[in-house]
T-cell receptor
């Protein structure tokens, strides 16, 4: 079974631009969560999608948004990029059941100049 | 104060040593997770536990619900164990995880 894949792996943008990151979960997994990791704040939860619905959201501004498609693939979008958005963005997928283990993708490293 | 506290922040060991990383949390949880992150960023889930003890190879994770404390032990450590180990918790009726700051482990040959 293929693991969680994320594209692109690396991205460089400038302030004010917007960016879209993609995550393909493990086949059969319907839950996709997104996380931001920075040296200063560590890992922080962004949001979770399940069956195309946002089920939970972390404490991030509205510039951060996401969606999930019927095939469970998910995208997250960051608009009006700021320097502080430079981070590793990780997604994780989970099988059915609230307490199932999450499987993480390799991450997308976003640099905002 | 972070909801999830890990110690130590950094740990250097000689190959073969027994290693313990500690994690404490402040409120009731549904599960506690131990994650491993190698340079380059990829995260691997090592354990998810809600009670007792789990073992996988040279890794052992324990949790004490009453004391709100968990430990990750590595027996016979090896340089390939060098990584950042992250403790995370998830809460009832919530689908997010809260993370500790991580413990950077370096095992020297």
């Amino acid at each position: 079974k293929a693991g969680v894949t994320q594209t692109p792996r690396y991205l460089i943008k400038t302030r004010g631009q917007q960016v879209t990151l993609s995550c393909s979960p493990i086949s059969g997994h319907r839950s996709v969560s997104w996380y931001q990791q920075t040296p200063g704040q560590g890992l922080q939860f962004l949001f979770e999608y399940f069956s195309e619905t946002q089920r939970n959201k972390g404490n991030f501004p509205g510039r951060f948004s996401g969606r999930q498609f019927s095939n469970s693939r998910s995208e997250m979008n960051v608009s009006t990029l700021e320097l502080g958005d430079s981070a590793l963005y990780l997604c994780a997928s989970r099988g059915a059941g609230l307490y199932n283990e999450q499987f993480f993708g390799p991450g997308t490293r976003l640099t905002v100049l | 104060k972070n909801e999830v506290e890990q110690s130590p922040q950094n740990l250097t060991a000689q190959e073969g040593e027994f290693i313990t990383i500690n994690c404490s949390y402040s409120v009731g949880i549904s599960a506690l997770h131990w994650l491993q992150q190698h340079p380059g960023g990829g995260i691997v889930s090592l354990f998810m536990l809600s009670s007792g003890k789990k073992k996988h190879g040279r890794l052992i994770a324990t949790i004490n619900i009453q004391e709100k404390h968990s430990s990750l032990h590595i027996t016979a450590s090896h340089p390939r164990d060098s990584a950042v180990y992250i403790c995370a918790v998830s809460y009832p009726q919530a689908n997010d995880m809260r993370f500790g700051a991580g413990t950077r482990l370096t095992v020297k040959p």
